[in-house]
């Protein structure tokens, strides 16, 4: 009996499942990722923020994404605080330069301290991320791509960020019924 047991086994064993709903997911967000990358990869999708699965996959895999858009939203304010800290000699456009002198005597600061502490939020996110996809770059198109975009579409919005949709037509070959996952937005609005 599978009593207070939470989630579909989908055939599979523990690791083998864990393993399957990482990659979707963070498949899921790599396909945010820019076209020239995507064209380099070799899988360029044909909508952004969707990918196509059987429905058992979808509903399991859902709960991840949400945890993980939550996780990135809600440290969003983070990043501004963070920024206006550091000091405007070391906000250049290439990045810090941690052989230079200004950085040197910034790290030994007292402002340093303050930076690392608004900066901290931001880092536990990212490895909590980072443990539920297993893909830094996902992590990073989630963290500076796709959970600004939904806090700017629908700031109001603390739940609901994926839709399942159905898809009449089964699977060619074992007759699966077939879903599509995507993350809601003004990309993938059902009106137009």
Known sequence: MRHRRRGR????????RKAMLKNMASSLFLTERADMLAEIHGN???VKRRIVTTIQKAKEVRSIVEKCITLA????????????LM???????????????AYKTWRKSDDWQAWAAARAPIVNAQRK????????????????????????ENAQRVSGFTRILKIAKPRLGDNGTQAILEIVGEQNNRDT
């Open 73 to 84: 939203r809600q440290v969003q304010p983070s990043y501004q605080q963070s920024a206006d």
């Open 44 to 46: 360029q999708p044909r």
């Open 9 to 16: 086994q989908l055939g599979r064993s523990s690791s083998h």
């Open 87 to 101: 000091p405007a000699s070391l906000q250049d456009g290439d990045g810090l330069d941690k052989q230079s002198e």
């Open 129 to 152: 991320a980072l443990r539920m996809l297993g893909n830094r770059e996902a992590v990073d198109i989630l963290f500076n791509d796709i959970a600004p975009a939904l806090i700017e």
